[in-house]
């Protein structure tokens, strides 16, 4: 190689690389360089990505906390209750009925899950008693029966446990418990009134003009066997009795009437089969088994309390 020649020379040769081989580009170098963009990319974003994960930590709370909500609300609105009710008949016996309303509310809420239907959570009002709100409508009369029937069954089956419970005691203990199962028999009862919102009216919706009538004579006969045996007449029997006449008239006319004629008839038509899209798949069996379990529990309502008010102690 010659040597320079000038001063510029000599400074380009001292500028100028060392002799030897270009390392290549491998696919290593081709990584680092992407994961050098990525890497400055999220740091560059970095504020978007925690903001983004924020949101979602607090989407996940408020689906915790709405999912919880229903608890909360059934918690203080029991407690509500107990509060308005011991002002009046002590916390003991408050919260003893408070428990077996709740106790009712959890029958119908299984029994709507044993159908499929989702329902919430019960919500407590004082001196009106509680309810829950189905988020699915039922899809026939059998359905509402069935819905229905699981309050007054599982309330009914907690008032005879605070009965039977009220007999192995003694004592103050054993006049609450007698106490609180009499009075959540008597709301059972009354719930079985077959109009309005009641849950006697969802539980006889499916009977026809002759199982009203079959039902209705039964139990006019127990209800006429329990007061000779024990003097008392059970105000919510007769009720039931006299409302059930009339539900089963109602029944039969709409039977004897046929198809809808006026424009009001059919639009009410339209809207029954609305509420109850499978109303023509329920059963003759079906309909049978809703009268008797019906009327099977009024009676056992009625006999059971009539049994109960003899052995009640006089307190005028």
Known sequence: MNA????????????????????????????????TVVGLLL????????????KLKFVW??????????????????????????LYFGWAFAAGLVLLILLHEMGHGAAARQQGLRAGAPVFIPFVGA?????????????????GAGGPIAGALGGA???????????????LLLAVGYVALIMNLFNLVPVWQL????????????????????????????????G?????????????????VATWRRGRRGAPRSAM????????????????????RQRWLAAGVYFALATALVVALGALHAGLPDVG
């Open 4 to 35: 320079p020649s000038s001063k510029l020379d000599q400074l380009r040769a001292l500028d100028a690389p060392p002799p030897g081989p270009t390392p290549p580009r491998g696919r290593s170098g081709a990584a680092a360089g992407g994961l």
């Open 61 to 86: 709370v408020g689906l915790k906390l709405l999912k919880l909500g229903k608890f909360v609300t059934t918690g203080w609105t029991m407690l509500a209750m107990i509060w308005v009710y011991s």
């Open 232 to 248: 008392h007449a059970n105000p919510l029997a007769l009720l039931i009795l006299l409302v059930g006449v009339w539900r089963g």
């Open 199 to 230: 849950d006697g009216a969802r539980m006889t919706a499916p009977l026809t003009p002759l199982m009203w009538a079959a039902g209705l004579a039964a139990m006019g006969a127990a209800t006429l066997a329990t007061l000779v045996s024990s």
């Open 265 to 284: 008839e059919r639009l009410a038509a339209a809207d029954a089969r609305s509420h109850h899209i499978e109303e023509d798949g329920v059963t003759t």
């Open 161 to 175: 446990a605070c009965v039977a419970g009220s007999r192995a005691l003694q004592g103050t203990g054993a006049e």
């Open 131 to 147: 309810f829950i709100a189905l988020r699915d409508r039922p899809r026939s009369t059998f359905q509402d029966f069935v819905i």
């Open 43 to 54: 740091w560059k974003f970095k504020a978007l990505a925690l903001l983004a994960l924020g």
